[in-house]
């Protein structure tokens, strides 16, 4: 394909990992390798063990490797929702050419002005999103770039994370043998590409279910406004079902993918299937029936915690509706449970590309998108992050350090590539 570029995405979940490699081609995904393994080492979003994370990560490279027989040694690393904050920024600059056109210098000048302030010793940058450019006195621009003015101003949300949280993410990526090419929030990236342009402007809550967590993510008036992070998640709904069917988690784990029913009203009470039993060689039966009980219940208990977080933030009504994604937003009948809890609009998001076609990918692709999104705005072109094994690496080996290795700069590398350099002393 013509002018077109690998990426490699990496989500480290709590449930699973996942590896996808894509390939842009004039703003189309090609989804060329994906890798999937279970975690290991990581608790509600957070890692409790950096080697069996690290050796989870491994394995799901390996699978994407294998699937593409190219070298990964670059990722976009998904950072998770826990603990981050935003705080509005502002940025102003004089036009510095002599004509008054405003140049990528100029942009770059700005974004870095709004991050002159104090981020507390025990926090770290992780993106800065515009909101808005002001050129005198014109607002509402998305790209100042060849217009003319005397004085730039930018409008922005800084996102910063625990310093801890990054440190301990960096430090897996770094031992897996990996560098990283951008780092972005998960729902911040996922969030940009699942809701459309109407949900995105009128208020819209993005609901991520995962194993060990969900992220609720609210977005208007074309942002990300708040998130955070429930200690609930689909693995919660495994255990349930383990314990009221007295059987084994991976058992009570398959009889939830291939059976449950989130929506008990319609949920089937005449197809029964054998369930074993632990301990004893008998089997019981069960209707999908009787397990959506279970699985409506721990559902609409997550919801209602959802409602109570969104009006903790302030959020009192959400005009575009909710989306949900996820690997658990696979279970029949969710959006009927969450349309009777939210009372209002509620539709699943599954990206539409071969291979991926899932929700638990919805973090994987919107990273991808994301940094192609981001290169494009910003004139940058980038080789290719994987190679055949067979030849030499393109790039270089970073030793004992987690930073990310810039590649020559096309068209002037913007601030959103040069900011990265803050993690360059991270471990020094």
């Given amino acids: 394909m013509s002018k077109s570029n690998h990426y490699v995405s990496l989500d480290i979940g709590s449930s699973t990992i996942k590896v996808l490699i894509g390939e ?50 670059e990722v976009v690393l998904g950072i998770p929702a826990n603990g981050v904050q935003f705080q509005n920024v502002k940025g102003v600059v004089a036009v510095n050419s002599e004509n008054r056109e405003i140049t990528d210098d100029d942009l770059e000048r ?42 730039l101003e930018m409008d922005a949300t800084l996102i ?29 990236a996922a969030g940009t590409f699942a809701l459309s342009e109407d949900e995105m402007y009128h208020g819209t809550a993005f609901i991520d279910i995962g194993g060990g967590s969900t ?27 383990s314990i009221v069917l007295k059987t084994p988690t ?30 004893s060689d ?14 409506g219940s721990r559902l609409e208990e997550l919801f209602e915690l959802i409602l109570e977080d969104l009006y903790a933030t302030g959020i009192r009504d959400l005009p575009g509706g909710i989306v949900i994604t996820g690997g658990t937003a696979k279970l029949d009948g969710i959006l009927q449970l969450a349309r009777d809890v939210f009372k209002t609009r509620a539709r699943l998001y599954t990206p539409e590309y071969i291979g991926v ?26 080789e290719p992050v994987g190679s055949p094994q067979s030849t030499e690496s393109i790039y270089e080996v970073a030793e004992a350090s987690a930073r990310p290795v810039k590649p020559k700069k096309e068209k002037g590398q913007g601030f959103m590539k040069r900011a990265k350099k803050v993690f360059d002393n991270f471990f020094e």
Wanted: charged share 25%.
């Fill in 24 to 73: 842009m081609d004039q703003n189309a995904l090609h989804v060329i390798g994906v890798g999937n393994v279970q975690s290991a080492g990581i608790r509600k979003g957070t890692i409790i063990d950096i080697d069996a994370t690290v050796q989870s990560i491994r394995k799901a490279i390996e699978q994407a490797e294998r699937m593409t027989g190219l070298k990964i040694e």
């Fill in 110 to 151: 700005v974004m870095k002005s709004s991050q002159v302030m104090n981020v507390p010793p025990e926090r770290e940058f992780v993106n800065l999103v515009p909101k808005q450019f002001i050129v005198d006195d014109y607002d509402e621009i998305t790209d100042p770039r060849g217009m003319m003015g005397v004085r």
């Fill in 160 to 188: 910063t994370t625990s310093k801890t949280q990054l440190h301990n993410i960096l430090r897996c990526v770094e031992k897996a043998g990996l560098q990283i090419r951008e780092i972005y929030l998960q729902p911040l």
């Fill in 215 to 241: 992220t609720v993510s609210v977005f208007a008036e074309n942002r990300l406004i708040s998130t955070s992070v429930l200690p609930v998640g689909g693995d919660h709904i495994t255990k349930d079902l």
């Fill in 250 to 279: 991976e058992q009570a784990r398959m009889i939830k993918h291939q059976y449950g029913h989130a929506y008990y009203d319609d949920a089937s009470d005449e197809e029964l299937f054998e369930v074993p039993v632990v301990g």
């Fill in 282 to 295: 008998a089997k019981d039966q069960y209707s999908q029936r009787y397990i959506s009980d279970v699985i």
């Fill in 357 to 382: 076609r899932e929700p638990m990918y919805s973090t994987a692709v919107g990273l991808i998108r994301y940094a192609y999104m981001e290169d494009v705005f910003f004139g940058y072109e980038e």
